[in-house]
């Protein structure tokens, strides 16, 4: 289940204090049918074509080898672990570019960007929703056969938000639409194994699901340092594409943020509020961050940072917090599923 709540707003101007109330908002559900067979890994062929794909685009990445990546690219800026069983790779990229790379035994399993391709792709950034639909006639049903008895079942924001597209016999393209401009923002592909893996939608099967990784603390650790990482480049990334101008990370506002994240998950609940009554404003304060105004984002169970932003840039109060031009610094916290940002206009 994926949940978010719209965002609070504390203002602090001369002793006044504004807060908008939260809202619950659950857009699917992720229970699973199952029946009893046996699931098999399948060795997946690494490269292949594609009438989908364009020559030359981010897409001709799929199956590439590491070594290919950094002959084009050069050697990654950050190296970062998932919960999924590869690293995300991120090279140097222009202001205007935003493109990761999830790499396992040395290959391109899954990769997102956000940036328009240079070459002419079926599907492109800033591509319309009504062009596509009528081009690949989105599904609320998407078959994984090359993994076995498996089917995607997506709800209607899903069909709306973020539709599949099979690029051939073995990968799969997720196409991340901005749901207030109905535009493309984001397309992630994915090997149908991983894809099967991550399971960011409802799914029935026959058989039995790949198992979860079985993560350390330390493990644990590194992932949501990476995520953290993650989520601030891409809210950066989109902020600039919406003129409202980069943040810059106030370490204090990133320490408030995690331990939000992480009493939100070792105590079972989901809100701006604790259950102590402490809200924003007391966190902030606990933390000795001084502020002229303030909102937050929080958010859980989503599959990864691009996820969660995703989720956010597509709910009306996340969206405005994202995007207000005010604000001048943000503090990123995440702790297992459980993500939390802290936006903040310093004095």
């Excluded at 594609?50 to 001709?60: H, I, N, P, W, Y």
């Excluded at 940036?115 to 002419?120: H, L």
């Excluded at 194994?193 to 644990?220: A, C, H, M, T």
Aim: proline share 4%; hydrophobic share 35%; aromatic share 12%.
């Amino acid at each position: 289940m994926k949940k978010f709540f719209l965002v609070v707003f504390v203002f602090l101007i001369g002793g006044a204090i504004l807060m908008a109330l939260p809202e619950n908002n659950e857009p699917d559900e992720t229970d699973n049918d199952t029946n009893a067979v046996t699931y098999s890994d399948q060795t997946t062929p690494q490269r292949e074509s594609s009438s989908k794909v364009a020559s030359g685009s981010f897409f001709q990445w799929m199956g590439a080898s590491s070594e290919e990546l950094i002959g084009e690219f050069g050697e990654p800026v950050r190296i970062e672990k998932s919960g999924y069983g590869y690293e995300w790779w991120t090279f140097n990229q222009g202001e205007n570019e935003y493109n990761q790379f999830g790499i396992k035994d040395g290959t391109v399993v899954t990769g997102i960007t956000f940036s328009t391709q240079d070459k002419d792709p079926p599907f492109n950034i800033g591509d319309p929703y009504a062009k596509l639909q009528k081009q690949f006639s989105f599904k609320k049903e998407f078959s994984l056969s090359s993994e076995g008895d498996y089917k995607l079942e997506l709800n209607a924001n899903d069909v709306k938000a973020r539709p599949l597209i099979s690029l051939n016999d073995h990968w799969t393209a997720q196409l991340y639409f901005d749901t207030f401009t109905n535009q493309l923002i984001a397309v992630r592909v994915l090997r149908n194994d991983i894809l099967l893996k991550l399971q960011p939608y409802k799914i029935v099967y026959r058989g039995q699901l790949p198992q979860s990784e079985n993560l350390s603390n330390e493990e644990w650790d590194q992932i949501e340092d990476g995520m953290e990482r993650q989520v601030f480049s891409m809210t950066n990334f989109i902020r600039r594409e919406h003129n409202a101008g980069n943040l810059t990370l106030l370490p204090k506002a990133s320490q408030v943020a995690f331990l939000h994240s992480q009493d939100m998950e070792t105590r079972q609940y989901f809100s701006h509020v604790s259950p102590d009554g402490n809200g924003l404003k007391e966190r902030l304060q606990n933390g000795q961050v001084n502020y002229v105004m303030a909102g937050e984002n929080i958010a859980s169970q989503y599959v990864d940072a691009a996820a969660a932003i995703h989720g956010w840039l597509n709910s009306s109060g996340h969206r405005k917090t994202m995007l207000e031009k005010k604000y001048t610094h943000i503090g990123v916290g995440v702790y297992h599923r459980y993500y939390t940002q802290d936006y903040v206009t310093l004095p």
